[in-house]
């Protein structure tokens, strides 16, 4: 009986084993897997990066350029924004005459013109605020 126990002992030793071999061969694969794409995103990264770092070079030349084109042209704007308070200027003038003359009120006054005993009427401008 004991020669039996060693016996089936030893065949699910050799059964065990030769599961274990398979199971590493597998993990093998897969750590030879994952070590390939590991490999390419490396690659990957590096390749994104140079692309990344191209673009940044990129911008700030396109930003430096924008700089020196909006510092030229803050001339131009400035003159406008005076032109703007000119013209501002101008027509609240414009409106300030044009409410002091609406403001003024003709009233009719009555005279009597004593060459000719005749009532004429004369205006007379006041001026309201």
């Known amino acids: ?3 039996w126990s060693v016996g089936i002992a030893a065949v699910a ?10 199971t ?3 993990l093998m694969a897969t750590l ?3 070590k390939e794409t590991l490999s390419d995103a490396r690659k990957s990264v590096n390749s994104i990066t140079d692309e990344a ?14 700089k020196g084109k909006m510092e030229s042209v803050d001339p131009l704007v400035e003159s406008v924004r005076d032109m703007g ?7 609240s003038s414009m409106k300030r005459t044009a ?3 609406e403001n003024r009120k003709t009233i009719l006054t009555q ?3 004593d060459t000719q005993d005749k009532k004429k009427i004369h205006p007379v401008r006041i001026k309201m605020k």
Do not use: C
Request: hydrophobic residues 50%.
């Open 1 to 3: 009986m004991i020669e």
């Open 13 to 22: 030793f050799v059964f065990l084993v030769f599961f274990l071999i398979l």
């Open 24 to 26: 590493l061969r597998k």
């Open 32 to 34: 030879a897997e994952t």
């Open 53 to 66: 770092e191209e673009l940044i070079h990129e911008a700030n030349k396109i930003s430096v350029d924008v």
């Open 85 to 91: 308070e000119m013209l501002h200027n101008a027509t």
């Open 99 to 101: 409410l002091e003359k």
């Open 111 to 113: 005279k009597t013109d």
